[in-house]
């Protein structure tokens, strides 16, 4: 008798009929085991059996239920064949007609061929071989659940975050979107407020003018008033207009390491005695675009919070360091790439809430007493970050707060544009100025300023009209910026560059829409409000030039 694993069981008490199965078998080399009773069948029918084959006398021994229950002890997967050979007689009867419930049973029947045999066994052994692929697939599947169960857990994980990721940049790009249309119309409020304040601050400089040196004191003093207004009126404009990104910007190439040892100055004296300034610059700091003027006032507004969240006292830091974007570690940056420098400041503070720190950078926003503060400081910073192609951010520490400057890096070699020093107010004696100015009230204020320093001052209401004009009669162009028309004053100074190039143009704004449009021309960029002085300075440096450029 053979066995094996796999097998055949035969169950047929005939020694003929036993031999030729057996016979059989080993000529397709299959294992096979006799069963010499009933039981011994119910044994043999696991799920490792090949087939069975019984006879018609075999199954005379076999109870159906306990056949039927052997059966059932299979796995899921497992079906095995059962062929039974019976006379061609006997098969009408109600015992085989039961078979039919049982199992997977092939009914033989007697005299049959030893080929026709043959092919039934082989083809329930075929059927038996795919059952058992089916097996090995099933368990191969099972031993890989649990790697499966683990990638599609780490799948899912990974989309809850791009889902998370996808959500903050929509909120990023919705607050970047709110804080452009408060820009927009806080830079058209500022001009339309800059334009009142030359007026205001023309006219007391013209009132000195006017009055006797020996003017009384009171009226001294309220022209004194009326100028410390005007500044700081002017002084709001500014920070409004650098958070709407509208004013022109003295960009350079700067040496942080260099400029921020002078800053450092002024920032200890904005804190004051009680505290304390550390500073970490990295040696290795890259060079950066940005204007330094604009780039102190942003660090002095960051100071003065910082001064004001740490009234018994405390730390202050400011560190510089290189950032190669996008980087994990600066997530507020994440929708930036290439090199930065991030000038940092963090303070030991009072800190923000979240809700504060999500408004800081707006406008007119401020937790400060009423009279004790603006709320324009950090916008200005949040303002020159963006127009300096970088970004401004705020961090809520542990303890305290951290404000962010990312200025872009710059391959060229740094520099500096140092202003010309002004001696008091130059004179314009025999100057010939045509004044373009679309404000009839800026307009009457600027040319009696310029006429009371000796010029003769002509006055176009927009650049249209001023081109028309006899330019040759005229020694300077002295233009507002944002004018109606087909022009404005930026237009007008490209125009008069082509067709009157050796006219010098001065342009006087403190509100653009589009400020890099300046970066291609040859023209002095004076800011409203302007000081008398600044702006005839201004005139004189621009008429002097255009006379040394015809003498070469």
């Known amino acids: 008798m053979k066995r094996d694993t796999a097998h055949v069981a035969i169950f047929a008490p005939a020694a003929g009929d036993a031999a030729l199965l057996r016979a059989l078998l080993d000529g397709e080399g299959v294992a096979w085991q006799d069963c010499a009773a009933a039981a011994d069948l119910y044994a043999a029918l696991g799920d490792h059996a090949l087939a069975a084959v019984v006879t018609e006398e075999g199954l005379a021994q076999c109870s159906p239920e306990a056949l039927d229950a052997a059966l059932g002890r299979q796995s899921p997967w497992s079906d095995v064949p059962l062929l039974v050979l019976a ?14 419930g049982i199992g997977n049973v092939t009914l033989l029947a007697r005299p049959t061929t030893r080929q026709a045999l043959l092919m039934a066994i082989r083809s329930a052994l075929r059927t038996r071989r795919l059952q058992f692929a089916l097996r090995d697939r099933l368990e191969e599947l099972g031993s890989q659940a649990g790697v499966l169960e683990q990638a599609v857990a780490e799948r899912t994980a990974s989309l809850e975050r791009e889902v998370q990721e996808r959500r903050r940049v929509e909120q990023a790009l919705a607050e970047a979107r709110r804080l452009e249309s408060l820009g927009r119309l806080t830079g058209g409020v500022a001009h339309d407020f800059n334009n009142i304040l030359q007026v205001i601050s023309g006219g007391e400089t013209l009132v000195r003018m006017l009055l006797d040196k020996d003017a009384q004191t009171r009226v001294g003093r309220a022209l004194d008033g009326i100028r410390r207004a005007s500044d700081h009126g002017a002084a709001l404009t500014q920070q409004l207009l650098a958070y709407a990104r509208r004013q022109p910007l003295a960009t350079i190439v700067l040496d942080l390491r260099a400029h921020l040892r002078a800053t450092a100055e002024l920032l200890l004296r904005t804190l004051g005695a009680e505290r304390r300034l550390r500073t970490r610059v990295a040696p290795d700091t890259w060079p950066v675009l940005a204007d330094p003027t604009q780039l102190d006032a942003a660090l002095l507004n960051i100071a003065g919070n910082a001064r004001d969240a740490m009234p018994r006292g405390g730390m202050l830091e400011l560190a510089v360091r290189n950032w190669t974007l996008p980087d994990p570690a600066l997530p507020e940056a994440g929708h930036l790439a290439g090199d930065f420098v991030c000038v940092c400041l963090t303070d030991d503070g009072e800190g923000m809430s979240e809700e504060v720190a999500r408004q800081a950078f707006e406008p007119f926003f ?22 300096s192609q970088g970004f401004a951010y705020i961090r809520r520490e542990r303890v305290g707060t951290t404000v962010g400057i990312l200025l872009p890096r710059s391959s060229a070699p740094t520099g500096a544009a140092a202003a010309p020093e002004q001696g008091g107010t130059a004179s314009l004696d025999g100057m010939r100025i045509l004044c373009v100015e679309d404000d009839a009230e800026v307009a009457e204020t600027t040319a009696a300023l310029l006429q009371g320093l000796g010029a003769r001052v002509s006055v176009a209401a927009s650049a249209d009209a001023a081109v028309e004009a006899d330019l040759a009669a005229f020694d300077v162009v002295l233009s507002d910026v944002m004018m109606p028309g087909f022009m404005d004053g930026i237009d007008l100074a490209r125009w008069l560059a082509q067709h009157r190039p050796g006219l010098p143009v001065v342009l006087v704004s403190g509100y653009m829409v589009e ?25 004189r440096a621009a008429a002097d030039g255009r006379d040394a450029r015809r003498e070469r």
Do not use: C, M, N, W
């Open 87 to 100: 006379a061609v007689g006997a098969v009408d009867t109600d015992r085989f007609a039961r078979l039919a």
């Open 366 to 387: 401020t937790t400060k007493p009423v009279g004790k503060g603006t709320g324009l400081g950090l916008s200005q910073v949040y303002g020159f970050a963006i127009q």
């Open 515 to 539: 400020p890099e449009r300046l970066q291609s021309l040859d023209v002095q960029l004076v800011r409203k409000p302007f000081a008398l002085d600044a702006l005839a300075g201004t005139l």
